[in-house]
């Protein structure tokens, strides 16, 4: 052992420095693993009948059909805008309740605030609302309380409860436990540990958290909309049944800079913040 | 009703099946006192001085028992249901100062008061003028109060420090247990955070248990000195009695860590690292400094 250390130490003895030696069976377990995701692949090829030659043979279609939407008409600009902004309207509300509800189904499902009897059944709870759609969400909703924007909200706020409870309460766990064991210490209650010792901690993540969900829930309300939950999403799917493509080009264009501009504002918000 | 200030009885805990972190501790502190506890790293002072806070539960065992005025924090390793209560009597400083970052000074040692006002008010952060004005005062006595409106984390390690004791200042304890509360910090701060904890011993008769990693301290600020060595105490006495031969004979190889000197504890000093090795270790004992420099006025012994 003694030599090895020492002819380690001195490679001009030896020559030349020693590569570490291959393991072989490590690399083995790397070619089998490439041979999987090949596997993988090729039967998912399959499964979603994957006919990219279809692209070239059908481009006279295709060109045809993409044609229809120029010139966009923005005839009627004043009705996009304001189902524009009926859509932003809904992912405000969707946002503003889910964060309300995030808050403490965040920190009930965080580890190292509650026990397990209360995060585990709470976690697969959050789980239930994130597995489902918006869209699935807003179809049950247009039943459950009619046609119309409210529907749209109560969707993305079902679903986005459980996306952020998910990412406030990693938050959570992720915080220095010594502070919360100095408030502790004073003599303080349980729900103050968690308002001077947590929320203080996590408040800019929970803040770009937010931020950021809020621009997904703008994109989001454009397409839960299709299903008759109000806003853009519907006169979208109104033109696009009825073939008026001018129409569907303009609003698809008021979409994509509606939500560019709010993403763009959200970043220099979440900057502000973290 | 005891009159001890602290009273710890056979307090045992184990991590694991094989190590015992306190073993068989049985120690009384008297109202008023200031007592050093001292010892290597690995040695229990921490976990001491949790377990007389009442945030870590002892072995289950019926004879292990903590109290705090004569009145129970943790027997048989549960923790009494009134340790809330209790715990706002006892002020807590740690090593990492435990304050929130992002939050202001004020608001950290106002914090204090969480123990005493109703909860609803507390939970809302609703603290009054005087409240406030209690943190402020508190802030001044530590000679913080210029700092009151920045962040935490703006501040250096030994202000943090300082203000840490504000809080237990404003919390009104009558017990403050200080955990290695200068270990991370420079030699200056170091001193002033101890002229803090015995100037609150001195004048307002505050019982201190300090945790510390160097003798030097202890002999300098703390009449008493417990030492615990692998979780058993050790010594219990007067702390001129730990001269360089006791402590080689308690510790033997660990004291060189204890026996370090002020200047050598720099910031990158590490407690955990390997034993120095030092062509001359004896350079760093001071083999006969006397134990109390003249102009440090050292808190009157509890009368006992």
């Known amino acids: 052992m003694a030599d090895m250390t020492h002819s380690r130490l001195n490679p001009s ?71 524009m902004l009926v859509t932003i309207q809904i992912a405000i509300w969707g946002t503003v309740l889910a964060v309300i509800l995030g808050i403490p189904f965040g920190i009930l499902s965080s580890e190292n605030v509650a026990p397990l009897w209360v995060y585990w059944p709470i976690r697969r709870l959050m789980d239930a609302t994130r597995a489902i ?50 408030i502790r210490a004073t003599g303080a209650t349980r729900i103050q540990e968690v308002i001077f010792g947590i929320i203080p901690q996590v408040m800019p993540l929970w803040i770009s958290y937010s931020l950021y969900r809020f621009e997904s829930n703008v994109r989001s309300a454009t397409v839960v909309g299709l299903v008759g939950a109000g806003g853009i999403g519907v006169l979208l799917w109104e033109y696009i049944r009825g ?23 959200s970043q220099r918000l979440r900057k502000m913040f973290v | 009703m005891s009159e001890h200030a602290i009273a710890v009885d056979h307090l045992s805990k184990s991590f694991g099946r094989n190590t015992k972190a306190l073993d068989d501790v049985s120690i009384t502190v008297d109202s008023g006192e ?11 002072k921490s976990t001491l001085i949790r377990h007389i806070a009442g945030l870590v539960a002892s072995d289950r065992e019926t004879c292990c028992k903590v109290q705090v005025f004569g009145e129970t924090v943790q027997s048989g390793g549960r923790i009494s249901g009134d340790a809330r209560q209790l715990r706002s009597r ?8 435990n304050l929130v970052n992002r939050l202001g000074l004020l608001t950290n040692v106002v914090i204090g008061v969480l123990g005493r006002i109703p909860t ?27 700092y009151a409106g920045q962040r935490a984390s703006t501040l250096s390690g030994g202000q943090q420090q300082r203000a840490a004791i504000a809080r237990a200042l404003v919390q009104q304890a009558e017990v403050l247990l200080a955990d290695e509360p200068i270990a991370s910090l420079d030699p200056e701060s170091a001193r002033r955070v101890m002229d803090a904890l015995a100037e609150i011993n001195r004048e307002d008769g ?99």
Not at chain 2, 34 to 44: K, R
Not at chain 2, 282 to 295: G, N
Request: hydrophobic share 50%; glycine share 8%; proline share 6%.
């Open chain 1, 13 to 83: 003895q030896t020559g030349e420095a020693q590569l570490p030696e291959r393991d072989v069976r490590k690399s083995t377990v790397t070619y089998l693993m490439w041979g999987v995701v090949a596997l993988i692949l090729m039967w998912a090829w399959e499964g979603a009948e994957m006919r990219p030659m279809a692209l070239i043979t059908d481009a006279a279609n295709m060109r045809e059909y993409a044609a229809g939407f120029f010139p966009p008409d923005f005839h009627f600009w004043d009705l996009f805008l304001e189902e």
């Open chain 2, 34 to 44: 200031m007592v050093a506890l001292i010892g290597a790293s690995g040695s229990g």
């Open chain 2, 206 to 304: 505050i019982t201190v248990v300090v945790s510390l990693h160097q003798v030097a301290y202890a002999k300098k600020y703390c009449p008493r000195t417990i030492a615990l060595r692998d979780g058993k105490v050790v010594f219990d006495g007067p702390s001129e009695r730990l001269n360089t031969e006791f402590l080689r004979e308690l510790y033997g190889a660990d004291s060189e860590e204890l026996i370090m000197d002020e200047t050598m504890s720099k910031p990158g000093y590490q407690p955990d690292s390997e034993p120095k090795v030092s062509p001359e270790p004896t350079i760093r004992i001071p083999a006969h400094t006397p134990a109390i420099p003249a102009k440090q006025t050292v808190p009157a012994y509890a009368a006992e």
């Open chain 2, 90 to 97: 006892i002020g807590v400083i740690f090593q990492q100062f």
């Open chain 1, 243 to 265: 073939f008026y493509y001018g129409e569907t080009a303009a609003v698809m264009i008021v979409i994509i800079v509606t939500v560019s501009l709010l993403d763009i504002l």
């Open chain 1, 133 to 182: 759609n918006e869209l699935v969400f807003a179809m049950l909703f247009v039943v459950a309380v009619g046609l119309g924007p409210f529907a749209g909200v109560m969707a993305l706020f079902i679903h986005t409860t459980g996306v952020l409870a998910k990412l406030f309460s990693e938050a959570v766990e992720a915080i220095d436990p010594r502070p919360v064991e100095g």
């Open chain 2, 120 to 146: 609803w008010r507390g939970t809302l952060g609703l603290f009054t003028k005087s409240e406030k004005r209690l943190a402020m005062e508190a802030l001044a006595r530590v000679g913080m109060d210029q």
